[in-house]
């Protein structure tokens, strides 16, 4: 695997310093040049170095780059990977090689509106908010064709395979649900995401649902069915308690010997208590001004 690795560059003022004395030593060989053209001895050489420092310093002068904070440079020679510049400021590197620029600051993408059918089979419309940086340049300019398209394509596929993992909304106590465990669905959302993208190099910052709604077609209908299933989970609920309470008074009734009731009077009892207890008005008693048997 591709890693990244650090470029060694040449402070930028320094080499200004250098290739501004260049022309001091060329004009040195032309002297040189000149002298050798007057005595015996066969000018050739200085002309070359004269030559070649003139070609050197020119080359050299493309050599200068400014590195931004937040922003690297990935350095190639004849296509080799060499390295990457992250430190901020003015450097000189060799002039024959390529550099592309890497932006290193936090960016953040929004998936469209994604249909999707829950856990339980209910068609719902996701969408999510991404938050990430590049931290290995290497990674993302030669793991991948497009850092930004991968980011794109692996967001939603994760949004999807999450969307198909849990309910839209749970009744359960405990219950893991799109809606109602944001904090939880959040994680998960984050660690599918990072899973895919780590391959490019890629960290993931923050990741959360930003839309998460029915289709509009089918909004009413299922609003409908939520609708009864709280009712059902709400009615559940109460029933238990209703039971729990009728079992208690008569218990209460029995161990203090209130009044001693017998199967029938039971079972009157604890029905009346019921439709008390579980009904959705409140009960009209009716007074008894006779005995429990009339």
Same mark, same amino acid.
């Given at each position: 695997?591709?890693?990244?690795?650090?470029?060694?560059?040449? !402070?930028?003022?320094?080499?200004?310093?250098?290739?501004?004395?260049?022309?001091?030593?060329?004009?040195?060989?032309?002297?040189?040049?000149?002298?050798?053209?007057?005595?015996?001895?066969?000018?050739?050489?200085?002309?070359?170095?004269?030559?070649?420092?003139?070609?050197?310093?020119? =080359?050299?002068?493309?050599?200068?780059?400014?590195?931004?904070?937040?922003?690297?440079?990935?350095?190639?020679?004849?296509?080799?990977?060499?390295?990457?510049?992250?430190?901020?400021?003015?450097?000189?590197?060799?002039?024959?090689?390529?550099?592309?620029?890497? !932006?290193?600051?936090?960016?953040?993408?929004?998936?469209?509106?994604?249909?999707?059918?829950?856990?339980?089979?209910?068609?719902?419309?996701?969408?999510?908010?991404?938050?990430?940086?590049?931290?290995?340049?290497?990674?993302?300019?030669?793991?991948?064709?497009?850092?930004?398209?991968?980011?794109?394509?692996?967001?939603? !596929?994760?949004?999807?395979?999450?969307?198909? !993992?849990?309910?839209?909304?749970?009744?359960?106590?405990?219950?893991?649900?799109?809606?109602?465990?944001?904090?939880?669905?959040?994680?998960? +959302?984050?660690?599918?995401?990072?899973?895919?993208?780590?391959?490019?190099?890629?960290?993931?910052?923050?990741?959360?649902?930003?839309? +998460?709604?029915?289709?509009?077609?089918?909004?009413?209908?299922?609003?409908?069915?939520?609708?009864?299933?709280?009712?059902?989970?709400?009615?559940?609920?109460?029933?238990?308690?209703?039971?729990?309470?009728?079992?208690?008074?008569?218990?209460?009734?029995?161990?203090?010997?209130?009044?001693?009731?017998?199967?029938?009077?039971?079972?009157?009892?604890?029905?009346?208590?019921?439709? =008390?207890?579980?009904?959705?008005?409140?009960?009209?008693?009716?007074?008894?001004?006779?005995?429990?048997?009339?």
């Amino acid at each position: 695997m591709l890693q990244e690795k650090v470029y060694r560059a040449v !402070s930028g003022w320094l080499m200004v310093l250098v290739l501004i004395a260049t022309p001091v030593a060329a004009i040195v060989l032309l002297g040189r040049t000149v002298d050798a053209a007057d005595g015996d001895l066969s000018p050739a050489p200085w002309v070359i170095g004269y030559v070649v420092l003139l070609i050197a310093s020119f =080359v050299s002068w493309f050599g200068f780059r400014v590195v931004n904070p937040n922003q690297a440079l990935v350095v190639q020679l004849f296509g080799a990977y060499k390295g990457t510049l992250k430190s901020p400021g003015f450097w000189w590197m060799n002039p024959l090689t390529s550099r592309r620029r890497v !932006s290193l600051r936090v960016r953040n993408f929004e998936s469209g509106k994604l249909k999707v059918n829950d856990s339980i089979g209910n068609p719902i419309e996701i969408g999510a908010i991404v938050v990430w940086r590049i931290v290995d340049t290497a990674e993302a300019l030669f793991l991948v064709d497009d850092c930004e398209h991968f980011v794109h394509m692996q967001t939603e !596929s994760a949004v999807r395979i999450l969307a198909t !993992s849990f309910p839209y909304d749970s009744h359960e106590e405990g219950g893991i649900s799109l809606q109602g465990s944001a904090t939880e669905v959040a994680q998960r +959302l984050g660690h599918e995401i990072q899973e895919r993208l780590a391959k490019a190099g890629v960290e993931v910052i923050e990741a959360r649902i930003s839309h +998460l709604a029915y289709p509009p077609e089918i909004a009413s209908a299922m609003l409908r069915r939520q609708q009864a299933t709280a009712v059902i989970a709400a009615r559940q609920k109460i029933v238990e308690g209703a039971v729990g309470m009728v079992e208690m008074a008569l218990d209460l009734l029995s161990a203090k010997g209130v009044v001693k009731l017998d199967e029938e009077r039971k079972a009157t009892m604890v029905s009346n208590l019921l439709v =008390v207890l579980c009904g959705d008005k409140d009960a009209q008693p009716v007074v008894n001004t006779g005995t429990l048997y009339q």
